[in-house]
């Protein structure tokens, strides 16, 4: 499979096997031709068009040092400011003739303070501790400032480590005495370093100044192109996870729909696996382990189990963890693919309310066969007419975690839901703006419309939720805001712009470039501050640590003029305000939304004060607060549930011309919730439970707002002076 230019508008659709340097072979691509060819591209074809000068330079400098230490703790201040020094003042002059020595001896160094350090802490794991300090460390070193010299960085490894063997005392699935389980992590961390070569220092270094242009510019070296090109074919069996390394663990970055991992409900974006077994066997400390040997451990044939230790995303303490048994499968295609179901709610004036719910996970579309294959815009419809001869009064289309896909198929959507017109614009680096227009004249569907979102709608999804938004159309319901991802990313093979090679060669590897930006009808870019909810509902997933603000170095929010949209034979009267103040007013009363605010203000003084104990009772008290709290949130939600009546019934596209539609079991969770077919019972002493419950009833309670917020859209649009249902 050769790739050129391939355009990209999804959350993340690299990295799904390997999000780190690999290994890689020696190749016949020279070093200093690829770095030349990276450089004059990053300045060229990037949409800022940045100059490689001294501030860049800098900036470039600036990242791969915290990619080489994330935790700030093996380089010191003054080894920070001499790296400066030697190499700052020509850095962009190296870069833009290829040399990339700089890189190497910084790597060397950064090496040797690893190995002289790993000694140090070999012999700090001799020591009694008795964990009863008044001390705290801090969650997230990435944070905090170099230690000043030495001494202090003496200081803060003692903490550290006193810290990390708390932690596997907390643990209650340590897999070995802690001294030994944090020797062996370290062991680890030195092997890894032991086993990159030169091609692996030179992508780490080429990757860190792509990534300063912007966090999803990126340079792939020959082994993770060879894996791109594998997964743009479908054809790994695994669990459905995008991972990537972060302080030491395996982050999981994105869940691909239809994968074992999203399927079973019990892993979610943010989680940090810290161990994998394989079936029965014993776990293996991948703390620390590099990525691609992480992912190749959780890799394995079709139908085999494979457990995941894992530190919750939504949890700042890291020594609590829950075991996840997954069964490897392919990613199911089918379970890409849009579904629906059909609500009936019993209204108090004994009445029945039929709802539609339409679950996108992706704007998905079969570029080899446009007119027959597969397409997002097509099955949505569908699913529309069956659900309007149901009779629905109102509908729910339902982009939590729909990370984008294809931009055509993202304004064919919109389409069928206004008449023609512009949907988006886009800019290129020459400033040209471009509108793309929705051609078709007719509308779909016309009735009350809800597009329900978290900060995890990316790309494509927020064009959509943006441009009904701006029509005034829809009603955007759930987190304060989308992600955030307002950039078009294009696949540049090196090969192809370096003549040595013959324009055939993929060993040079490849550059994902940032090269357009997207822009709403309105005028304003989805790009940082993606789209603001109308009514925005509490939820786990509302915080400051995801979207496009969070990352390094994103591209600047900023406006194009409007495109002159047609809304007098598109807008609806929304009665926002209305809207607002009868869901606060259900929110403030619900007491699954009160747990979940109540774990989201925690979470967030967690995050904010960034300091955990090192007093093993105040520990230990926390974390029994903690599963007291969970308990308490099963209770509330079970509560809750016995008190809903509603009828759900399945409609997949299966199903549109079958003459019933199937009867969901009543303990069957929303759509939008974790899927009723789960995996495998996990093994005893799993402590999912208490970390999934709250994030069932955080689906549960979501879902039943949102047909509530629906219920009263239509409410008001039937009878605009109604009090009150």
């Not at 999000?19 to 016949?28: D, N, P, R």
């Not at 078709?440 to 939720?465: C, H, K, M, Q």
Request: proline fraction near 4%; charged fraction near 30%.
């Amino acid at each position: 499979m050769k790739i050129t230019s391939v355009a990209f508008l999804g959350l993340s659709v690299l990295c799904a096997t390997n999000c780190s340097i690999g290994q890689l072979k020696q190749s016949s691509a020279d070093s200093r031709q690829i770095a030349v060819t990276v450089a004059r591209l990053l300045e060229q074809a990037h949409y800022s068009r940045q100059k490689l000068d001294d501030t860049m330079a800098k900036k470039i400098l600036d990242t791969y040092l915290e990619d080489l230490d994330y935790t700030k703790l093996f380089f010191t201040q003054a080894d920070v400011d001499e790296i400066y020094h030697k190499y700052g003042p020509t850095l962009d002059q190296d870069l833009t003739v290829g040399n990339v020595q700089p890189a190497r001896e910084i790597y060397n160094l950064f090496k040797t303070r690893v190995t002289d350090r790993i000694s140090k802490i070999k012999d700090l794991l001799k020591q009694d501790y008795s964990f009863k300090s008044t001390k705290t460390v801090a969650l997230d070193r990435h944070k905090e400032p170099w230690p000043a010299n030495p001494a202090e960085a003496d200081s803060l490894w003692r903490d550290r480590i006193e810290g990390e063997l708390l932690q596997e005392k907390l643990n209650k699935l340590a897999l070995e005495p802690g001294p030994k389980t944090v020797e062996k992590r370290y062991d680890q961390l030195l092997k890894n370093l032991d086993e990159r070569d030169d091609n692996d220092v030179l992508q780490l270094f080429l990757n860190a100044a792509a990534q300063t242009y912007d966090p999803h510019s990126e340079y792939l070296g020959k082994s993770d192109l060879e894996s791109f090109e594998i997964n743009m074919r479908l054809s790994l069996t695994g669990i459905g996870a995008e991972l990537k390394p972060e302080d030491g663990y395996a982050k999981v970055e994105r869940l691909i729909t239809g994968g074992p991992a999203q399927l079973s409900g019990k892993v979610i974006v943010g989680d940090r696996i810290a161990a994998v077994a394989q079936g029965k066997d014993s776990f293996v400390d991948v703390v620390d382990m590099k990525i691609d040997k992480v992912v190749e451990l959780i890799r394995g044939k079709k139908g085999t189990v494979v457990r995941l230790m894992v530190v919750p995303a939504n949890t700042a303490d890291p020594s609590k963890r829950k075991i996840v048994e997954l069964v490897r499968d392919d990613v199911k295609l089918t379970e890409q693919e849009a579904k629906a179901e059909l609500i009936e709610k019993d209204l108090p004036d004994g009445t029945a309310e039929k709802l539609g719910w339409i679950t996108l996970p992706s704007f998905y579309q079969d570029m080899e066969r446009s007119r027959t294959g597969k397409s997002t815009s097509r099955d949505v419809a569908a699913l529309i007419k069956r659900l309007e001869h149901e009779g629905i009064q109102g509908l729910v289309i339902d982009l939590r975690h729909d990370g984008g896909g294809s931009l055509d198929e993202a304004i064919k959507m919109t389409g069928l839901f206004i008449n023609q017109g512009p949907v988006v614009q886009v800019k290129d680096a020459n400033g040209d703006v471009q509108v793309l227009k929705d051609q078709d004249p007719g509308v779909l569907y016309s009735g009350p419309l809800i597009v329900l979102t978290n900060r995890l709608s990316a790309s494509a999804s927020e064009i959509f939720a943006a441009a009904l938004q701006d029509y005034g159309r829809a009603v955007i319901v759930g987190d304060s805001s989308t992600f955030g991802k307002g950039t078009v990313q294009t696949l540049l093979e090196l090969g192809r712009f370096m003549p040595l090679l013959g324009g055939s060669s993929n060993d040079a590897g490849a550059l994902k470039l940032t090269v357009q930006k997207f822009y709403r009808v309105a005028g304003g870019s989805t790009q940082l501050r993606g789209v603001i909810s109308d009514v925005t509902l509490p939820s786990l997933t509302d915080n400051s640590e995801i979207g496009e603000a969070s990352l390094e170095h994103p591209l600047p929010y900023d406006e194009v003029e409007p495109a002159a949209i047609d809304l007098a034979n598109n807008r609806k009267p929304l009665y926002i305000d209305d809207l607002r103040k009868r869901s606060a007013n259900r929110v403030n009363q619900d007491a699954a939304f009160q747990d979940i605010t109540s774990d989201m203000k925690i979470l967030k003084d967690r995050l904010k004060t960034n300091r955990l104990s090192l007093n093993e009772k105040i520990r230990r008290d926390e974390l029994d607060e903690d599963n007291d709290r969970k308990q308490k949130e099963q209770t509330d939600e079970k509560k809750i549930d016995a008190q809903v009546q509603d009828k759900r019934y399945e409609l997949t596209l299966a199903d549109v011309n079958k003459p019933q539609l199937k009867l969901l079991p009543k303990e069957a969770l929303p759509a939008a919730g974790k899927d009723a077919k789960a995996s495998p019972t996990p093994a005893s002493g799993d402590l999912a439970d208490e970390e999934t419950g709250s994030n069932s009833a955080d689906a549960d309670a979501i879902h039943r707002e949102t047909l509530s917020i629906l219920g009263d859209l239509i409410d008001l649009q039937r009878s605009p002076r109604t009090a009150g249902r």
